[in-house]
């Protein structure tokens, strides 16, 4: 069992060296390594069809099919974020280390969601909805860059982790 008190016992940093184990023995951190930048490309391309739509009218269909792809990526990496994180940090979400990613991906996920409800119900014309899509394409980005820095913040950990203490003359 993994408990908070153990994790507020452990040396400042990311993981603690058992976290950093199950991270590293889990299959799910090499799903989550396939799924994030197939995401961010996916988003790429959905992106420049979007603004292509707003600046020309056309290609609203494309642009629709990579939005809809776009968001079925982003639910399996929460979904496989989840249980990532539940191997690791022994909770499902909300773990101390990714805490703040967490609270903002259901910000990027309800956004994700309105685009899908105002699609499927026809609740906005298709300028505003690509709007909505931008819009939740934007807090992906913000999300994205959390990670991005956590990851930095994980390698910086475990190369000061390998380096040797240093000496200290007199």
Do not use: C
């Not at 908070?4 to 016992?9: D, H």
């Not at 409800?117 to 026809?122: D, G, N, S």
Request: aromatic content about 14%; hydrophobic content about 55%; overall charge positive.
């Amino acid at each position: 069992m993994h408990s908070q008190k153990a994790r507020k016992s452990a040396p400042a940093g990311l993981y603690t060296d058992e976290e950093r184990a199950r991270r590293d023995q889990t299959v799910w951190t090499l799903i989550q390594g396939i799924l994030a930048p197939l995401q961010f490309l996916v988003f790429l391309v959905s992106l420049v069809l979007v603004l292509r739509y707003l600046w020309t009218g056309l290609g609203y269909d494309a642009a629709t099919a990579s939005i809809l792809l776009k968001t079925a990526l982003l639910y399996l990496i929460m979904i496989t974020g989840a249980i990532w994180e539940k191997i690791v940090f022994g909770q499902y979400l909300f773990a101390p280390a990714f805490f703040w990613e967490d609270v903002f991906s259901f910000a990027v996920l309800a956004l994700h969601t309105a685009y899908l409800w105002a699609l499927f119900t026809a609740a906005l014309a298709p300028v505003p909805l690509m709007i909505l899509a931008l819009t939740a394409y934007a807090a992906y980005v913000i999300n994205a860059t959390q990670f991005l820095l956590k990851l930095r913040a994980a390698r910086q950990q475990a190369d000061a982790a390998r380096k040797p203490p240093r000496e200290v003359t007199a």
